[in-house]
């Protein structure tokens, strides 16, 4: 027998000293530290993740830290047939828990797993991503990650898992910054999160609005158990615009009104996340709130007059000021100043005044060959009496009246300035176009036809010199803050069309969101629809009832497709149209891009009942009208 060979290593070269390297030769020593760079959380790669093992499914089970743990088995059809045909390929997250590995995230995979192991009787690995056990907060932030990333998880689950983080021990910034949020938009989910149980139940049943659970952040627990114990009670339980007046004692005084420093101030403020601007809020104790805010306002009038005006008035609290009996004059010239305060807590400067009859008089006296200015001057009491000023101007109003209906170009002038800045019998406001489902709010607010009427509204405005009116306190009531004779005075010197197009511009953001109204304008107009809309995705996410999927599927596929669908779940069908549009998975002529729905088509209509359909049933009932006047 001949020895066995045994086999050796080749012996490396011996390298060459560092010395006798070039510069060229020497190769730079790179180190890890130097490599590193912060890398944003990843699902391949979570906190705390370490190589990918294969693990048997009998030693895999959810783990409570799933974000949809102790739910209801998911759908798998869409997934089941690769699984059934090649197993699982994307890896699990896991960790160990007890005897086990629990699944973080990859619920619906372990389920698809589950179901072949069944249908198969053969034993099921799985490839798993293994986490370190004991970072509950990483394995949380990865199940929301997963399914927000590839399950669309709801308002309510997306407020529980935020919550669970946060009670977890997780920072504000820390969850926005793993999810890509603003620190605010965490901020303002996690109060919705931290409204009472009973409440949010109540939300997601819409037995309450989105606006009134926003006001609902601004209360106390104590607050919140008195407006539940209202709401189970025969009293009336106040919502909307009603809670926030009730949570803030009636007055609703904003922060943004204070002329003092609110850091400074001892009482309480109920803070509103949802304010126009971040760190607004509300007084709760409005006698409080008046107290310091009428030391302020004696503040400010005497810094006034020691800055040289001769006279500094503070009106009551809720006069107002009669603008039209006063003219400017500068401080030099013996102009007042008249300090306005509002019951909402905001204060007006209005510098530089003097009532007309007293430059009347000074004019007498420093023009004095003016006779006008001196019997002006002379004036002891009013020319005019109560009662006759008030019998002229009644009778001057009636003439003029009358003479508008010879003169439509200045009517049409007049209507479009008393549209935009108002006056004592007008009161314009924009239509409100928030809803209270955020992505509904989004979606609107970036289609064609909104982006539109915001440019259109720039420009005009710009042309006019106007700016949109932004009140501290409560909605607009105008469309354009500015003086009416002013914008009156700008109107007559326009063309009649560039007239038309101010007063389109105002008509279409004072368009009255009845139904009735808006089909009556849209059978005038004909918009093409198809152009200004398409269905998108806050679209499918609140489309919901199976009955009307289902005929919309019979609409965009005809009946056997319906039919083959007609037990599937919202969800599935949801997909078959969407699909359908796209053009994915079926042929070039089953593709449906243009597809609208009934309820979007210029003539709108209904799918189940058009008196549960209040497009289509406006509709019905402009075409009545119409008709009769016809």
């Not at 709401?231 to 919502?239: F, H, I, L, S, T």
Request: with cysteine; charged share 25%; glycine share 6%.
């Amino acid at each position: 027998m001949t020895a066995p060979q045994v086999k050796t290593r080749p012996q490396r070269a011996a390298k060459p000293a560092a010395k006798e390297m070039t510069p060229t030769q020497r190769k730079p020593r790179r180190t890890a530290k130097a490599k590193a760079k912060p890398q944003p959380p990843r699902l391949e790669a979570p906190k705390g993740s370490k190589v990918v093992k294969m693990i048997d499914l009998k030693d895999l089970h959810v783990s409570k830290l799933n974000m949809r743990y102790g739910e209801d088995a998911p759908d798998i059809d869409n997934i089941y047939p690769s699984v059934l045909a090649s197993g699982v390929n994307q890896s699990l997250l896991v960790r160990k828990e007890g005897k086990g590995y629990g699944v973080i995230a990859g619920r619906r995979r372990w389920y698809a797993l589950t179901r072949r192991a069944a249908e198969t009787g053969q034993p099921q690995t799985a490839p798993c991503l293994v986490m370190q056990s004991g970072d509950d907060i990483a394995a949380m932030e990865a199940s929301l990650l997963e399914n927000v990333a590839r399950l669309p998880s709801t308002e309510m689950e997306q407020l529980a898992a935020f919550k669970a983080l946060a009670d977890a021990g997780e920072t504000v910034e820390g969850i926005a910054t793993t999810f890509g949020l603003t620190a605010l938009r965490v901020k303002r989910v996690l109060a919705l999160a931290n409204v009472h149980g009973d409440i949010l139940a109540l939300y997601e049943t819409e037995e309450i609005s989105h606006r009134s659970l926003r006001y609902m952040t601004m209360a106390t627990a104590e607050q919140q158990a008195a407006w539940l114990e209202l709401w189970r009670g025969d009293d009336y339980a106040p919502q909307e615009s009603y809670l926030k007046d009730w949570l803030t004692g009636g007055a609703s005084i904003e922060t943004c009104a204070a002329l003092f420093n609110v850091a400074s101030y001892p009482g309480n403020i109920i803070s509103d996340l949802f304010g126009r601007e971040e760190g607004s809020g509300y007084f709760q104790d409005a006698d409080l709130f008046w107290e310091h805010q009428n030391r302020a306002i004696a503040a400010k009038a005497d810094a006034m007059r020691a800055d040289g005006w001769g006279n500094v008035t503070v009106l009551e609290r809720g006069e107002s000021f009669p603008n039209w009996d006063y003219g400017k004059r500068s401080k030099e010239a013996g102009g007042h100043v008249f300090i306005e305060v509002g019951h909402d807590g905001s204060v007006t400067v209005r510098d530089g005044l003097l009532h007309k009859r007293d430059i009347a008089r000074i004019d007498a006296i420093v023009r004095p060959n003016d006779t006008s200015a001196k019997a002006s001057a002379a004036m002891a009491k009013p020319e005019m009496s109560g009662p006759i000023a008030e019998y002229v101007r009644l009778h001057r109003h009636a003439i003029v009246s009358a003479s508008l209906l010879d003169a439509p170009g200045v009517a049409l002038r007049v209507v479009v300035a008393h549209m935009l800045v108002g006056s004592d019998r007008w009161t314009c406001e924009p239509t409100k176009t928030t809803s209270r489902k955020e992505t509904t709010t989004e979606s609107v607010a970036a289609s064609v036809s909104a982006v539109r009427l915001a440019e259109e509204r720039q420009t005009v405005f710009d042309s006019l010199g106007l700016e949109k009116e932004t009140p501290c306190y409560g909605e607009p009531k105008h469309l354009a803050t500015g003086d009416f004779a002013a914008v009156f005075a700008s109107m007559l010197a326009q063309e009649d069309a560039t007239v038309m197009r101010v007063l389109a511009l105002a008509m279409s953001q004072t368009l009255s969101s009845d139904k009735t109204i808006v089909e009556a304008v849209c059978m005038a107009t004909a918009p093409d629809m198809d152009t200004l809309w398409s269905p998108d995705d806050a679209f499918f996410d609140i489309l919901r009832d199976k009955r009307v999927l289902n005929a919309m599927l019979r609409e965009i596929g005809g009946k056997r497709l319906a039919d083959s669908m007609v037990s599937e779940p919202g969800t599935k069908q949801k997909t078959a149209l969407r699909n359908r549009i796209a053009g994915v998975g079926v042929t070039p002529e089953e593709a449906k891009p243009d597809w609208r729905p009934r309820w979007m088509q210029t003539r709108p209509g209904w799918y189940v009942e058009r008196r549960t359909c209040p497009p289509a049933q406006g509709a019905a009932e402009v075409v009545k009208a119409f008709k009769a006047d016809a």
